[in-house]
């Protein structure tokens, strides 16, 4: 009928800041850097610093809040990753958000036999691959530690089975710029050489300033060495209100936010305009544990409020949800990674990670938690998606067509947009005496059954020449 000509569309929406309140945690993380300033060790970092403008008095460096600005502008507000392919899939700009999992957990929870055992390199390959299943998950991580692998060349080795058993993005961590470089190389070859990655970086690394305030010095030599090559960096701390950060969460979020953004000093003053993700692990102490808790309402707070610093700086932020401290797929589980998610999304969180996989305050995990919560991430996407109002949406024609008594089970307009409904295989929405004859079900068994058959996906194989210069690669690993 021609009413409106335009969709449109609004975007639900949370805010956990205001204005003001933004800009008085921009100003007093400049304070913080400008009278506090950071303890740094790093001769060339120093040297940096020192040369910029910045007052250096043995390792204690202040930074001005010019500096710290001027780097804020040169740094660059979008980045776009890619697949080894080259597909260009996640666009870190403004308030979109990207789900992935978690980094480094020590434990693994098997889902056949429901036995914890240590991290072993052989689980890399079923949850790699598992996660490049999930459609819910936009990029990968090097979810675990290898256990059975030597410390020297294990983060390498997790790297180089991510990457073989899954084409997203990933995001790594790694002890040094020997494996940095290392892992570099190999994103290069799976991706077709350093043209095509600029164009569409496969990798991004994490690195983390200790809280409160420190960096440790083969940490500052991987931020050089990331900002030389533009490979984008998250620079990533972890404030812990009572502990390692005030406990009151304004202050936890003023220092993680500084020691994000003294990070970012140092990297533009290596190379300007070099890809950096701003962002800080803000969560607090469990007073009556002593535990780094991943499934605190608070931790989807600060980090909310970050969130929205990323935006007013106009920087890419690394964002935190989709964990949890239970131990198993319970109801706990399920009810912390859906409120964390679901704030994550509406707050415009960036690159998401621990969706899936950090349970048990970050020591485990679970191919199983994984499953569940690629299944709310997909359905907090569909919420994320709001209400498009367009003349096919409204359906005003289709409400005078069938009229008062009538009824638009076999309607055309309803055969068209019956599936933009969202249906899970997870969750079950059927009569009692259909669920009995079924099996009677319950989640938990719904959910084994599920995650064993989407643990059988591999991706496509890797060329047979790329695997043999992977292999060569890794004889020569230190």
């Not at 710290?68 to 040169?74: G, L, M, N, T, Y």
Request: contains cysteine.
């Amino acid at each position: 009928m021609g009413m409106y000509t335009d969709e449109l569309y609004f975007k639900p929406r949370l805010q956990v800041i205001n204005d003001d309140q933004i800009r008085q945690i921009h100003m007093s993380s400049l304070e913080v850097l400008e009278r506090t300033g950071i303890k740094i060790t790093h001769p060339e970092a120093l040297d940096l610093l020192s040369s910029a403008g910045a007052i250096v008095a043995g390792d204690r460096v202040r930074i001005p809040s010019w500096m710290v600005e001027d780097a804020i502008r040169k740094a660059p507000a979008r980045i776009v990753l890619g697949k080894r392919t080259g597909e260009r899939t996640v666009f870190l700009e403004r308030d979109k958000s990207y789900f992935g999992p978690s980094l480094d957990c020590i434990d693994y929870m098997d889902p056949a036999t429901g036995e914890r055992s240590r991290f072993e390199s052989r689980h890399v390959e079923v949850t790699a691959a598992l996660c490049d299943a999930l459609p819910g998950f936009d990029w990968c991580m090097t979810i675990g530690m290898a256990d059975d692998v030597p410390a020297d060349i294990a983060d390498r080795v997790v790297a180089r089975s991510t990457m073989q058993f899954c084409e997203k993005p990933m995001v790594f961590c790694c002890k040094d710029t020997n494996s940095t470089k290392d892992i570099y190389e190999m994103a290069l070859l799976l991706c077709g050489g350093k043209d095509k990655f600029d164009l569409a970086p496969t990798i991004v690394h994490y690195s983390e300033p200790i809280s409160p305030l420190v960096y440790y010095d083969p940490a500052v030599d991987k931020v050089l060495f990331c900002a030389e090559n533009r490979i984008p960096l998250i620079n990533f701390p972890a404030p812990q209100a009572c502990g390692s950060a005030p406990a009151t969460f304004a202050g936890a979020i003023i220092q993680g936010s500084a020691e994000s953004l003294s990070g970012l000093v140092i990297h533009q003053l290596k190379n300007p305009g070099a890809p950096f993700i701003y962002g800080a692990f803000t969560t607090i102490m469990d007073m009556k544990t002593s535990i780094f808790s991943y499934g605190a309402c608070e931790l989807s707070l600060m980090t909310g409020a970050l969130a929205q610093m990323a935006q007013y700086y106009e920087l890419p932020f690394f964002g935190t949800a989709g964990a949890t401290d239970a131990k198993f797929c319970d109801a706990q589980a399920g009810a912390e990674a859906a409120f964390q998610c679901l704030s994550a999304a509406a707050v415009g969180s960036g690159l998401v990670h621990d969706c899936s996989s950090w349970m048990d305050h970050g020591n485990l995990v679970s191919p199983e938690f994984m499953v569940l919560v690629n299944d709310i991430v997909t359905s907090v996407k569909h919420f994320m998606d709001g209400i498009p109002m367009t003349d096919e949406t409204m359906a005003l024609d289709v409400i005078e067509r069938v009229g008062p008594g009538g009824h638009y089970l076999a309607d055309p307009h309803t055969m068209a947009h019956f599936r933009t409904v969202k249906y899970s295989d997870l969750f079950e929405r059927e009569v009692y005496e259909n669920w009995k004859t079924r099996g009677a079900k319950k989640l938990e068994e719904r959910l084994k059954e599920i995650t064993l058959e989407k643990m059988t996906h591999r991706p496509e194989p890797l060329p047979q020449d790329i695997i043999t210069e992977l292999d060569r690669m890794q004889a020569h690993w230190k």
